[in-house]
């Protein structure tokens, strides 16, 4: 059974950090390209970091410069490291691990909010 579960969120003032891990378990997220999604009140979800098999990764406009996705194999957890946060970054976060050939695997979810 595959499981991603997220951890990290909480409540933050505006400019600060938070950093948010997925553990796995039943995949080896070596694998698997990795993603973290965020959905704010009201809103569709939306990429917000992914990062490939080889290192690779991309950002939303929005959080480049402040938010760094990373990998740890031998861990299987992958991490988004928060920084400058702002009220508009308040959201549920998701992991998904994507297979090469298509589907995902999501987890429940962590949430984030972003006020003073």
């Known amino acids: 059974q595959v499981q991603l579960v997220e951890s990290g969120g909480g409540l933050v003032q505006p400019g600060g950090s938070l950093r948010l891990s997925c553990a796995a378990s039943?995949?080896?997220?070596?694998?698997?390209?990795m993603g973290w999604y965020r959905q704010p009140p009201g809103k569709q979800r939306e990429l917000v970091a992914s990062i490939t098999r080889g290192g690779s990764t991309n950002y939303a406009d929005s959080v480049k410069g402040r938010f760094t996705i990373s990998r740890d194999n031998a861990k299987n957890t992958v991490y988004l490291q928060m920084n400058s946060l702002k009220p508009e970054d308040t959201a549920v976060y998701s992991c998904?691990?994507?297979?090469?050939?298509?589907?995902?695997?999501w987890g429940q979810g962590t949430q984030v909010n972003v006020s003073s």
């Open positions: 039943g995949i080896a997220i070596s694998l698997y390209g």
């Open positions: 998904v691990a994507q297979p090469a050939l298509g589907g995902a695997y």
